[in-house]
């Protein structure tokens, strides 16, 4: 005779407890724990939230902190979200104390003197087992990195070699890549600043002047009034610095864009340390050592896991110990970029890998004088321009 062993009975003999009125107790109970497990957690977190905001609001290393975040965002188009992080008026007043602290730095006169080989000056000399010295090439990069950052410096070696380039075409701006393809020179660098509306400007309207050849190509500056300068005059000599239009044109200056803060004068670095280094991001500057060879460096940012970005000090750091005595700031952030033989070296923080279109650029070339740079501002006023419109 079989058996039959209801479904319930078979259960039991596996192990598994009948369905009865004990069962959503057990499903309470597992709700119970779960709902303090998340509680638990919430007030871990709510706990490590308020003691985080305690450490960045009530201690000298999270205002530290707090401010370099702000300093970064100044930097960038996001600016507007640095009051969430110091407060309106804490912004407002840091602007203002940068600004000042800049037009301060560019008072002092430079006084350094360069020495370079006179034009059509003979090969190099024999040594003493008769060989000839090797000639330095007229541009050397190396690549340069410190804590958080990578880039490069290049080395021109004669510093008569060096023209501002402008756009070919009026309306909007011109990227470097193309500026050196279409001139004929061996690299380029970012140079000043430009009109920049809602940080989507045609990059066609500079601040300040730009220079070429000799020649005043743009300029929103009155007669008397004193902008900061980045330069080389006629003999190769760079300079940088606030100084009104009648004094660049005594000077001899032949290139120039406007552009601040200067940060090593009279071979003194200016910055005093990080925390005055204007944040972290991408940079160009440009130094002259005192054989004539002009330095500039191109640290790229903004990118994690490869180079978030350097601050003012790194960067006059980097200039000192390459013998740098007078180097400035060049436009940096999504401007930064370092063309050599027509191709981009460095890592834009832009989508397009050459970078944006910008209104001058510092470039090299073997013959100079053979450059065709023409004044794409020539006939227009500043208010002719629009900035916004491509």
Do not use: C
Not at 198 to 218: A, D, R, T
Not at 283 to 309: K, N, W, Y
């Amino acid at each position: 005779m079989s058996t039959r062993v209801s479904a319930e009975t078979a259960g039991v003999a596996r192990g598994k407890r009948p369905q009865g009125k004990s069962a959503p107790r057990r499903a309470a109970k597992r709700k119970r724990k779960r709902f303090r497990r998340t509680a638990a957690v919430f007030a871990l977190l709510l706990a490590l939230g308020a003691a985080g905001a305690g450490w960045l609001f009530l201690t000298p290393s999270g205002t530290d902190i707090r401010y370099l975040v702000a300093d970064t965002l100044i930097t960038t188009q996001h600016r507007k979200w640095a009051k969430y992080i110091i407060g309106q008026h804490a912004l407002d007043t840091r602007v203002q104390a940068y600004q000042a602290q800049f037009d301060a730095m560019g008072e002092e006169r430079d006084t350094h003197e360069i020495h370079t080989p006179p034009a059509g000056a003979a090969a190099p000399a024999a040594d003493a087992d008769g060989a000839a010295e090797e000639q330095k090439p007229l541009v050397e990069i190396e690549p340069v990195s410190g804590h958080g950052y990578s880039g490069y410096v290049m080395t021109v070696n004669d510093p008569t070699k060096i023209r501002v380039a402008v756009p070919a075409k009026p309306g909007r701006g011109e990227r470097v890549t193309s500026m050196v393809q279409r001139t004929g020179a061996i690299a380029g660098v970012n140079g000043g600043g430009f009109a920049d509306p809602n940080w989507e400007g045609n990059g066609f309207q500079p601040i300040g002047i730009v220079m070429s050849g000799g020649k005043l190509f743009y300029s929103d500056l009155g007669r008397s009034k004193s902008t900061q300068v980045v330069g080389i005059d006629g003999s190769g000599k760079m300079v940088a610095g606030r100084y009104t239009l009648d004094e660049l044109r005594q000077m001899g200056v032949k290139e120039a864009v406007t552009f601040q803060p200067r940060i090593i004068v009279n071979g003194k670095g200016l910055i005093k340390n990080a925390a005055d280094g204007w944040g972290i991001a991408p940079r160009t500057a440009m130094g002259q050592r005192e054989d004539g060879a002009i330095l500039f460096v191109v640290i790229d940012g903004r990118q994690p896991g490869h180079s978030i970005g350097a601050n003012l000090y790194d960067v006059q750091q980097i200039m000192l110990a390459h013998g740098a005595v007078i180097a400035a700031n060049l436009d940096g952030g999504s401007s930064t970029v370092l063309v050599k033989d027509g191709a981009v070296l460095n890592k834009p923080s832009t989508k397009s890998s050459e970078g944006r279109y910008l209104p001058s650029a510092f470039l090299v070339f073997e013959h100079p004088e053979q450059a065709d740079i023409r004044n794409v501002w020539e006939g227009l006023k500043p208010g002719d321009i629009d900035p916004a419109k491509w």
